[in-house]
């Protein structure tokens, strides 16, 4: 099975980026379960014809579609190993969390974060970004809420966020019993971040009207085009109207291992909350999200639940308090440190944050490539990694939507759809650190025909 795996992993680029899952394959997983057992060879050839075959295709170095990152060999292997260490990371006094703490550290050091600064590793940004909203909930209405809940408080909390900002911040307010109309929607300039005029006169607005701003979530790397939020900026207003700056910085964050990326994000070191995961540029196994607080006392009242069977001891499994469990909601947690902390021991920061700015020079030669085709349109400056442009022609929309599914469909490269100022684009989101000019070449070449197909 490891041997099937790291073939697979070698041989990636031999394989279509994604293929249509046949009728007979899907209806293979509508059938009951087994009473009686197979042997393992037997459902691992199960898996080598039904299941490894039609995955998405992020490992693919054509895969372009969102950005999910390409994975390591090294991850995978720390995977097996932390699988059958079979470590729950909730609390005790265990080495794995010293792991987790010492990666924590790493990531502290990496953003400028002080000492007292708290870190834990979830799922996803998705729900890093909840921890963060809840963090600043509780700051703003104060630990009892906890236990009185909301309608303790006659405050109407409001927070604050770009149009082109990711789903999970509206999410993330809903969750938290905020409501997501209590979310303000800021518009963007013209290199889609968010106005900071616009938000300035949004707050003021609100607080002339009753409620309470508490709560900015600025974006580093928007989800549509890869756009910074001004973070200083953003900064300073925090800082003068006394709210909570949060970084959405999904993928982004991690460019701050890339020197000539990292001036990019000038003023994240300010933030009070920083989310971000690592599956993405810093090409770990799924999942490795992380959310960075700057005050971790803070963030520790936010979730610590006493209870007679988490009591801490000074001695015993019971010491090394405090625990992962005081600074989110999940009691069993896997060891997902270890896939990170192995990349990092093995490829280097410095290699990794070349890979970053292998992946925006890659962007850069795409967005050359359509600038030179009278076809093809940029619909968007490219300040990362994520080109979205699109085919010129009548009925646009129709046409880049139906290239979009016929590049997926031949297997070449994938990319994703989404919509920008109004109209259809084709997004390159560039990931992997396996892809190459040649990948780039091969989107362009192959948008170029089936643009003159459709049309």
């Known amino acids: 099975m490891l041997d099937d795996m790291l073939d697979y992993l070698e041989k990636t680029r031999e394989r279509p980026v994604w293929q249509p899952i046949p009728d007979e394959v899907r209806a293979a997983f509508n059938t009951p379960l087994l009473t009686t057992p197979m042997s393992l060879p037997e459902v691992h050839e199960l898996f080598m014809q039904q299941v490894l075959p039609y995955t998405v295709g992020n490992t693919h170095p054509g895969f372009m579609g969102w950005v999910h990152g390409g994975g390591n060999p090294v991850g995978m292997l720390a995977e097996m190993l932390a699988a059958g260490l079979n470590a729950n990371l909730g609390g005790r006094d265990q080495i794995p969390l010293e792991v987790e703490r010492q990666v924590t550290a790493w990531v502290r050091d990496l953003f400028g974060f002080p000492l007292g600064a708290s870190g834990l590793f979830v799922t996803g940004t998705s729900q890093a970004n909840l921890i963060g909203v809840l963090v600043a909930r509780a700051t703003a209405l104060g630990i009892e809420m906890r236990r009185n809940g909301l309608t303790s408080d006659r405050r109407r909390l409001v927070a604050y966020t770009s149009t082109g900002a990711h789903c999970s911040i509206a999410q993330a307010m809903d969750v938290a019993g905020l409501g997501t109309a209590a979310l303000r929607m800021i518009d963007v300039d013209d290199l889609h971040r968010m106005d900071v005029k616009a938000l300035e006169y949004a707050i003021a607005a609100d607080r002339q009207q009753g409620y309470t ?165 940029l619909l968007a400056p490219v300040t990362l990694n994520i080109v979205c442009f699109r085919y010129r022609c009548k009925n646009a929309d129709r046409v880049n939507a139906d290239i979009v599914v016929a590049l997926q469909e031949s297997g070449i490269v994938a990319p994703s759809t989404t919509t920008v100022r109004g109209v259809v684009a084709i997004r390159a989101a560039i990931v992997n650190h396996r892809t190459q000019a040649k990948d780039i070449d091969a989107l362009v070449t192959a948008t170029l025909d089936f643009g003159k197909t459709f049309t």
């Not at 093995?346 to 990794?352: E, F, S």
């Open 213 to 377: 701003p508490f709560f900015i979530a600025a974006s580093a790397g928007t989800v549509d085009v890869g756009a910074i939020d001004p973070l200083i900026a953003l900064a300073e207003v925090a800082r003068r109207e006394r709210l909570w700056l949060h970084v959405d910085g999904a993928y982004a964050a991690l460019a701050m291992l890339a020197p000539d990326i990292a001036p990019l994000l000038a003023g994240i070191e300010q933030a009070d909350s920083i989310a971000f995961d690592f599956h993405k540029w810093g090409q770990a196994p799924y999942d490795a999200g992380f959310i960075l607080v700057r005050d971790g006392v803070r963030h520790e009242a936010t979730f610590s639940a006493p209870a007679a069977y988490l009591k801490r001891a000074t001695r015993g499994m019971a010491a090394g308090s405090p625990w992962p469990c005081d600074f989110g909601t999940d009691l069993s947690r896997g060891f997902r440190a270890l896939k990170v902390w192995f990349a990092l021991k093995v490829y280097g920061a410095a290699h990794l944050g070349t890979v970053i700015s292998h992946t925006c020079t890659l962007a850069r030669q795409l967005e050359q490539h359509i600038k030179r085709e009278a076809e093809l349109e």
